[in-house]
């Protein structure tokens, strides 16, 4: 905490901290239903033991937020509160809470791992019963309450030299960071990342740090594809909806395919693509249900192994919060505009026109 803050302290001692200027009321999204998202006064919530009340700064509205809003998402309930990816300064800390002063910039997620039960115990934390039943939404709003064990083990000091746009991109990025760190990277000399949205260029600028392999990808967007190719991919293929696959990607075989679209298409291509004893990443999840008939032959004879990548556990954040410390990806062209609260709505059929491919949201 070398990190100058302003702060306006009420009190702090064991009773915990608040910002003398806390207001009753907040402007705050619920996501209603499909397609409908308000903007409404709702109380200012006062943290319990524990937690920590955070003002938010910046929340990013990205291709989670555009599913849940248009077709629902079976971990965003509906209606409720929306957003979960965010940064801000602290606002309150309730008795006993983490070491943080009203007034400190700081960073998290939105989830945290029990610790106590099995798949802990296995070092699974994604696969933590609790991670998503006890998540914190509600991110598109000016305030958001941290719950305790949210508090206690994923909410960070923020340098004040790291943008609050910046160090809302620590969710994406620390899945990113698990995906990555399920590979094994032994004999990988050819990569391709399948889908160049916001996950597939953080994979494009996280790549160097795993391997030093040849990284190529498959994009349906020209803004994207250039992006790709600034951050190292090279080939990058153009793959039109609904268009016949490049002859020259065709070809091409690769040791691990990271696939990033969140369609059955995508999943296919880099199942295509991989060599034997390839390994496929399956990043973007698909909707409830969904069947994906799979070339058995090649499965087994081939040796190809199908990873699942969902979430990230305790180091993914901490690797993936260095990795913003360090500086040195290129975040800002991740970002479209910044946009108000009040904006949301609109911020949302952009996201489902495709009209861009993430937003910040400054609540103010
Ligand atoms: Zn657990």
Redesign the pocket.
Known sequence: MNEPYSSSIAFADQRGQVADDLPQLMRSAVLVAPGHVEIRDVPVPRPGPGEVLVRIEAALAGGTDRKAFQRGHPQIPMPGPFGHRYAGVVAAVGEGGPDFVVGQPIMGVHTA?????S??AKER?SL????MRDKVLGAFAQFLRIPAHIARLNLFPRPARLSAVHAALLEPLACVVHGLEQIVWRHVERVLVVGLGVIGLLFAQLLPRYTSAMRCGAGRRKRRIELARRFGLDPVWEVPAGEPIPADLRRRRFDLALECTGKVEGWQLAFDHVLPGGQVLLFGGLPKGTQWPVDCTRLHYEEIRLIGGFHFGPQDVLKARQALLEGGLDLDPLVDACMSLEELPEVMRRLSASEGMQYAIAPG
């Open positions: 791992p029990c610790l106590r039960c798949m802990c934390w933590c019963p609790h991670v």
